[in-house]
């Protein structure tokens, strides 16, 4: 069983910055990615971003790209996500989720690849 705590989250304004942490622990060895999603109130949510622990390949949502970095500390066993010039749109609660599977560019924001979820961490950008 693998577990993730998330960190980070807040209250930002509209231009501002944050940056979320998700901690991994457990059978961590059988952990191919790490993703990051979202969910606002009353909508589905979704993928913000991922990134693979074998060459570290990272992937983003078009709403993120050139706004939100994601990357690993394997010492750690931390994926951060930075985020700035956040927008009262990024609102929403932010999750990290874990997969043994593979991933592509069809598969990284599905939800269903992924087993592990953390409890997710508030973000909230007033305009």
């Known amino acids: 069983e693998v577990q993730l705590v998330e960190s980070g989250g807040g209250l930002v304004q509209a231009g501002g910055s944050l940056r979320l942490s998700c901690a991994v622990s457990?059978?961590?060895?059988?952990?191919?990615?790490i993703g990051w999603f979202r969910q606002a109130p009353g909508k589905e949510r979704e993928g913000v971003s991922c990134i693979t622990n074998s060459n570290r390949r990272t992937y983003y949502a078009d709403s993120v790209k050139g706004r939100f970095t994601i990357s690993s500390d394997n010492a750690t066993n931390t994926v951060h996500l930075q985020m700035n010039g956040l927008r009262p749109e990024d609102t929403a609660v932010y999750y990290c989720?874990?997969?043994?599977?593979?991933?592509?560019?069809?598969?990284?924001?599905?939800?269903?690849?992924?087993?592990?979820w953390g409890q997710g961490t508030q973000v909230t950008v007033s305009s």
């Open positions: 457990g059978f961590t060895f059988d952990t191919n990615a």
């Open positions: 989720a874990a997969t043994s599977f593979g991933l592509n560019d069809n598969r990284w924001f599905r939800r269903a690849w992924y087993r592990y």
